[in-house]
């Protein structure tokens, strides 16, 4: 019976142990507290309305010892989650630092190769990591169960945190801080290839999309962006409004902004409402979908326009 | 405010004595929560100057030293009127007492219309509570202060009609004391944002 | 607790509110006048305290806080306490952040 | 014991007269704790049905009955009016409010006009509360920064209802605090006081000097939307976990506020139905103070991982493990005061029981999240949801339950079917457990806490998480269906139908409206059960 996720870090085993450490305790004084409750329960019931009871009002022997025995229980419990703390958030001088960006929502990434993913990490097995994180609008948070780390990411603030990811696969990231309407939608995952994956990666000769490129259609492709990029914490496609408007049956449609005029939803309209999303708000939603110029190429948004065709 | 303590006759029939004792008593615990009110801004201001120190040295050059002078001045007074309100009642001189009072709420009025001008001058300024931080805690600090002066005029309004009713006597003058301890307090705080706000060098 | 209809009472005397008023006046125009003179961070101090012992007079004569019970006492100076406390752990979080 | 006298000349029970204006008007503080009790449970059977919605929409992955946004503030409306308009008024409230003047032998409490001025500014609080409604806010109950100045929902109306609710808190500590120096009964020294009163004092403290830091934070909150100022919001140079410093200075005692009073609930049943003295009421007295100053200088523990410094995050862990000593104590001196007892167990004496079994897992579950490492795993997940139903259901709640079917009695003088009163009980005991038990596998394993929406591998948990909902809320439902009858069909209630010493059960039940027709003269504590022999006193 192991509650806690995979451990896929190195420090995942140690605070792992702490938790244990604070479980045995625990339990230990829980079955205890039980036991007796519940024996006094039976034992003591009342057999009749005459039953005699002692005039105890208390001992201190006792009362020093149940003062004193979690006293000291607590502060080496305090200890020790200070130890392993401390190691969370000590980084290795060779920790490899990526710079990671969270906004309303979603996660960005981008590597010291000039890299950007979106919701994506890629790590390479055994090397230690350094975030460097920042928000840029409300509070998020970093959270992979199987690292068990998290950190708040703030706005006007950088904080970091570290891991050495030690298992290849992939990994959940949530996003762990209240942050509005898809706070639930702005998941990611954790990438963790072997070294010569990483560097084959890295390099972007071979990169795994790259190769898909050429072999996919470009509806394809727009099907996988849709994902990978985000677009559906917001967007669905089976015509339910959500944090966006649905893309079912967007294209060639007319479409009413805040203004109250109308246009026609073409290829010229979407690509504006993904690079500039500000310049022509749809009526009804919020200001709040975030540029996507300078991360999708202009042959991904036309992968995407092309999947948007498709959902009629 | 008037609900702390009036009650001589109330129908719990509680000594005269306690009530008063239990009177001043809830008086001071209401003083500790506003000591705490204030304290939140009292934190900001202590973290924002120490992280932002030129922008308080430099902003602060905006505010009239000399208005907060004459202010720290009249609210000085109007303690010392206040106080000698309580003691000459104490002493049964019912005149004296609204005399005390009277004065007590022009120094208030006083106060309240430097603060009118002094505000409109930083308007015209344009400057607002959104202008930075140092201005945020300058108008939250002094307006949450000036809206405890307001009150404490419209309190000690009340007691002066009440004493010229010649309700308060050498026996009975629980609520001056209460007036009086509120309005000492709204002193007390103004001796601290004096220097904060002005003086900083 | 009190069953005497009888207030026992310290009633402070109109010279001494006038000598107090005297020494809050006097106290206002030295920490006007310090706040000319350089003292680096000390003015700041310096500062504090006047105006502290400027409070101090307003709440032990004019407040009569000096004829006061302990109870009183306690909680005059428990939220003084706290209120250092909400400053000093505040400051304990925002002056001792790590930077990546 | 006391010297009480029956009513012998004209006492009129304070529920006789009729009209709505004799209670709005009354400043009778039974009739102020009667108003408060309909009050906070009114909010509990309305944020419960927003609880019932809020596992609904959690019973399967994607959508199931509502949309994220909704979801948000079905959370939000949720937790703030627990919080603030049930558990933090709560028991102190209405129980203290009905009881301390009688337990220490009293007419009323000190202020009695102010006292109905905190009832006035509650409702007030909550008018307001419930005008935010058309256009709901969506920030959590903790209203954290940048988030709150930035959304388009109505966050103004419901901070601001929830600073007038502060004042009222504020005025009801303060009036408990001067009624329990000044007005107790002659004989009725600090060390006979009943444990209600020194938890109810206790409490009253921390409403009297935490509540106005959480005031004065919500109105800079306000200041923030309405004029711009910039102190928590870092576009502007402010800074937003200084927002979060101020909150939980507030917020951190708060929880205590709420679970206090019902600690005192509970050292009041266990004693009756053990028919023993409790045992170590020194200790129980004084930890109960102890918690309320240091309680003070633990909140930092909800913010490990906001990107405060770890130079405050251990110390604040530091001091959070102090505050559990003091509860330790509590739970052991409870647990002994049950040897060698009389032990029956009516329907308070469960709740009671339950509240220690469930009080432990609550405040053990706490320690994991006091602890540095373990909480940066489990911060913002369910495992923090768990923990914190389990100590303010399986706490406070339980210790609520347990006064409302102790002093029901007194209260209203009826009794309650008490066959359908244990039923009612053992629903919500197994319906929490239900509910709540798998929230802490369900946080263990990583799953965040205010999503609208998960990944399918935590299906099962949520499923049976939910499905304890319907059991405990019919088990409430239940409970108050019991209740509300036996206000018209029940039998009269005996004045002391539990054996109880202390003095609110030697009066007529319902109490005469002026109490006691003669101030009692008290000559021992209230807890003089069992058979006095060499046992030291
Ligand atoms: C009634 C309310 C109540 C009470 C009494 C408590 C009691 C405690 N709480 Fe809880 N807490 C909440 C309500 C409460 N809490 C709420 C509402 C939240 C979430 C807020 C939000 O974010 O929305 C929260 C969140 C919360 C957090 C933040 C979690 C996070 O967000 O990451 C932490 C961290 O330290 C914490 C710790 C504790 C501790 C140490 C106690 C201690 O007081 C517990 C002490 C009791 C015991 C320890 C058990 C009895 C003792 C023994 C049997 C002796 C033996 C014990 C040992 C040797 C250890 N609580
Ligand atoms: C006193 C405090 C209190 C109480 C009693 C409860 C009671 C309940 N809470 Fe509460 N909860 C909070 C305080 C409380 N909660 C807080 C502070 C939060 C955090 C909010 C935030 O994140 O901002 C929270 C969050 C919270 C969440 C997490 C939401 C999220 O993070 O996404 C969940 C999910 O399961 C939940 C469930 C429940 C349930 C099922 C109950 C049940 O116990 C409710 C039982 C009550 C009833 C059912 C009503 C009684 C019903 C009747 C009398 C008759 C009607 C009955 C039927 C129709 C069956 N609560
Ligand atoms: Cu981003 Cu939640
Ligand atoms: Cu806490």
Known sequence: MNWLPEEASNLARNVDTVIWFVTIISLVFFFLITVVLVFFAIKYRRKSGEDETPYITGNHFLETLWTIVPSILVLVIFAYGFIVFKQMRTPPQEALEINVIGKQWLWQFQYDNGKTTINELYVQQNRPVKLIMRSEDVIHSFFVPAFRVKQDLLSGMYTYLWFTPTKVGVFDLYCAEYCGAAHSKMLGKVIVMSPEAYERWRKGEEREEQKGVASISPVQLGEQLYQQRGCNACHTIDGTPSVGPSWKGLFGHEVTLQDGTKVTADENYIRESILEPQAKLVKGYQPVMPSFKGILTDEEISAIIAYIKTLK | MEEIGIDVHAHHHVDPVVEYKASKLGMWLFLATELLLFGGLFAAYAIFRAKYPEMFHEEHKELDRTIGAINTVVLICSSLTMALGVASIQRGKKKLLSLFLLLTILFGIVFGINKYFEYGHKFEHHIYPSTSIFFALYFMMTGLHMLHVLAGVLVLTALLILSLKGKFSENYYTPIELGGLYWHLVDLIWIYLFPLLYLIS | METKAHIEEHH????????????????????????????????????????????????????????????????????????????????????????? | MANHTVAETIHVPYLEEKGIL???????????????????????????????????????????????????????????????????????????????????????????????????????????????????????????????????????????????????????????????????????????????????????????????????????????????????????????????????????????????????????????????????????????????????????????????????????????????????????????????????????????????????????????????????????????????????????????????????????????????AKVAWFLVFVGFNVTFFPQFILGMEGMPRRYADYPPQFHTLHEISTIGSWILGLGILIMALNLLRSLTNGEKAPDNPFNSLSLEWQIPSPPPHENFEKIPHVTDWTYGYGKKNNQEG
Do not use: C
């Open chain 3, 12 to 100: 402070v005397g109109y010279t001494t509110y006038v000598l107090v008023w005297l020494a809050l006046m006097v106290l206002t125009g030295i920490t006007v006048w310090v706040s000319y003179l350089h003292f680096g961070v000390f003015n700041i101090v310096v500062a504090l305290l006047i105006a502290s012992i400027k409070a101090s007079l307003v709440a032990l004569y004019f407040m009569h806080l000096k004829f006061e019970d302990k109870t009183t006492w306690i909680f005059v100076l428990y939220p003084i306490v706290l209120l250092a406390l909400l400053i000093g752990l505040t400051a304990v979080d925002v002056f001792f952040r790590t930077t990546p």
């Open chain 4, 22 to 420: 004799s209670w709005i008007l009354s400043t009778d503080h039974k009739r102020i704790g009667i108003m408060y009790l309909v009050s906070i449970s009114t909010f509990f059977v309305l944020a419960g049905i927003a609880a019932l919605l809020v596992r609904l929409e959690l019973l399967s992955p994607g959508k199931t009955i509502v949309d994220a946004h909704t979801y948000n503030v079905l959370f939000t409306f949720h937790g703030s009016a627990m919080v603030f308009l049930f558990i933090v008024p709560g028991i102190a409230a209405s129980f203290g409010n009905f009881l301390i003047p009688l337990m220490i032998g009293a007419r009323d409490v000190a202020f009695p006009r102010l006292n109905l001025l905190s009832y006035w500014l509650y409702l007030l609080g909550t008018v307001i509360i419930l005008f935010s409604l058309l256009k709901p806010a969506d920030t959590g109950w903790t209203f954290y920064t940048p988030y709150s100045i930035q959304t388009g929902t109505d966050v103004i109306l419901l901070t601001f209802g929830v600073f007038i609710l502060g004042f009222s808190s504020i005025l009801t500590g303060l009036n408990f605090i001067v009624t329990v120096h000044k007005l107790r009964a002659p004989g009725m020294t600090w060390h006979r006081l009943p444990l209600f009163i020194w938890s109810s004092y206790a409490t009253a403290i921390l409403q009297l000097l935490a509540t106005p830091v959480l005031g004065i934070t919500l109105l800079l909150l306000i200041a923030e939307r309405v004029f711009g100022i910039g102190f928590f919001d870092p576009a502007k140079g402010g800074d937003p976990i200084l927002f979060q410093n101020f909150f939980w200075f507030y917020s951190h005692p708060a929880v205590y506020i709420m679970i206090i009073p019902a600690m005192g609930v509970i050292s009041e049943v266990i004693p009756v139905f053990a028919r023993k003295p409790i045992f170590g009421y020194k200790a129980i007295a004084y930890s109960s103070l102890a918690i309320a100053l240091i309680s003070f200088l633990v909140w930092a523990h909800h913010m490990f991982v906001s990107g405060m410094s770890e130079v405050a995050a251990t110390v604040f862990s530091f001091l959070t493990f102090l505050v559990a000593i003091p509860t330790a104590i509590k739970v052991f001196n409870w647990l002994a005061t049950l040897y060698k007892g009389s032990i029956e167990l009516r329907t308070p004496m469960l709740y009671a029981l339950s509240f220690i079994f469930l009080f432990t897992i609550g405040g053990l579950t706490g320690v994991f999240l006091g602890t540095l490492a373990a909480d940066v795993h489990l911060h913002d997940t369910y495992f923090v949801v768990a923990h914190m139903h389990y100590v303010m259901i399986g706490g406070t709640v339980m210790g609520f339950f347990a006064a409302l079917h102790f002093w029901y009695p007194k209260m209203f003088g009826k009794m309650y079917n008490e066959a359908v």
